[in-house]
């Protein structure tokens, strides 16, 4: 009896404490890095006090914990939306182009000539990360069906879709894999040629629990859309501002 009723409050204590607190005030806020953004404390400190200066009280920034009441989440918000049932959409993000949907790209030295995804066999490949859609998961799809995988090429996962155009450039790696509207931008520019673009995918955003206050969901919800692109460097490059209900 007693190792029950010890284990019924340990799990009690781990349920609450999984719980987001919601402050009348403030709200906790967590980041996440899949699919890029600059991390570091600056950087998300920098991030806070744009919210906070749009009216959006946000307190106690971590780099990504799962049980804070403001999340941005880089993936697709058709799978979020599945996935986090106790959370709302407030604000999704918008490319450079002002769409609401992205697609990841393939990118070589235009004077390599390549414009055949099965001339890659071999090559270094620079990657976002595993779990970035653009950057890693719908250009793989393409690159598998052209023969090029982890036993043919050597791929090299930098964290951040400007890290894998940089390796590119500075001729670490043949080939970079990154979101489109960052390839094109970094293609005119730097004599790159985009050999393929992946099929395009819903943008992420910003979610807010469901037991928040209605009045800090539309505060937070209005600064997200007032956010200054060049404050919030702790999110994926490609996104130039977000889009509110």
Same mark, same amino acid.
């Given at each position: 009896?007693?190792?029950?009723?010890? *284990?019924?409050?340990?799990?009690?204590?781990?349920?609450?404490?999984?719980?987001?607190?919601?402050?009348?005030?403030?709200?906790?806020?967590?980041?996440?890095?899949?699919?890029?953004?600059?991390?570091?404390?600056?950087?998300?400190?920098?991030?806070?006090?744009?919210?906070?200066?749009?009216?959006?009280?946000?307190?106690?920034?971590?780099?990504?914990?799962?049980?804070?009441?403001?999340? *941005?989440?880089?993936?697709?918000?058709?799978?979020?939306?599945?996935?986090?049932? @106790?959370?709302?959409?407030?604000?999704? %993000?918008?490319?450079?182009?002002?769409?609401?949907?992205?697609?990841?790209?393939?990118?070589?030295?235009?004077?390599?000539?390549?414009?055949?995804?099965?001339?890659?066999?071999?090559?270094?490949?620079?990657?976002?990360?595993? @779990?970035?859609?653009?950057?890693?998961?719908?250009?793989?799809?393409?690159?598998?069906?052209?023969?090029?995988?982890?036993?043919?090429?050597? *791929?090299? *996962?930098?964290?951040?879709?400007?890290?894998?155009?940089? %390796? #590119?450039?500075?001729?670490?790696?043949?080939?970079?894999?990154?979101?489109?509207?960052?390839?094109?931008?970094?293609?005119?520019?730097?004599?790159?040629?985009?050999?393929?673009?992946?099929?395009?995918? @819903?943008?992420?955003?910003?979610?807010?629990?469901?037991?928040?206050?209605?009045?800090?969901?539309?505060?937070?919800?209005?600064?997200?859309?007032? #956010?200054?692109?060049?404050?919030?460097?702790?999110?994926?490059?490609?996104?130039?501002?977000? %889009?509110?209900?």
């Amino acid at each position: 009896m007693l190792l029950a009723v010890v *284990f019924l409050l340990y799990q009690s204590h781990t349920i609450y404490a999984e719980e987001p607190s919601f402050d009348s005030a403030n709200v906790s806020i967590s980041v996440d890095h899949h699919d890029g953004g600059k991390i570091g404390k600056r950087h998300l400190r920098e991030l806070q006090n744009a919210l906070n200066e749009e009216g959006c009280h946000v307190v106690s920034g971590k780099e990504h914990t799962a049980d804070a009441q403001l999340l *941005f989440d880089s993936r697709p918000v058709s799978l979020v939306r599945k996935l986090r049932p @106790d959370y709302q959409l407030i604000a999704r %993000a918008k490319t450079l182009d002002g769409s609401l949907s992205v697609r990841g790209a393939i990118l070589v030295h235009a004077a390599t000539g390549i414009n055949d995804l099965t001339l890659l066999k071999g090559e270094w490949i620079s990657f976002v990360s595993k @779990d970035s859609w653009t950057g890693y998961r719908l250009p793989l799809k393409l690159l598998n069906r052209a023969g090029v995988n982890e036993n043919t090429n050597h *791929f090299y *996962f930098v964290g951040n879709h400007v890290g894998s155009v940089s %390796a #590119l450039l500075h001729k670490d790696v043949h080939v970079a894999v990154m979101a489109e509207p960052l390839a094109r931008r970094w293609a005119e520019q730097n004599a790159l040629s985009i050999v393929a673009v992946t099929d395009e995918v @819903d943008t992420g955003g910003w979610w807010m629990h469901r037991r928040a206050a209605e009045a800090i969901t539309q505060q937070c919800s209005q600064a997200l859309g007032r #956010l200054d692109r060049r404050r919030h460097n702790a999110l994926p490059a490609w996104i130039d501002g977000f %889009a509110v209900p």
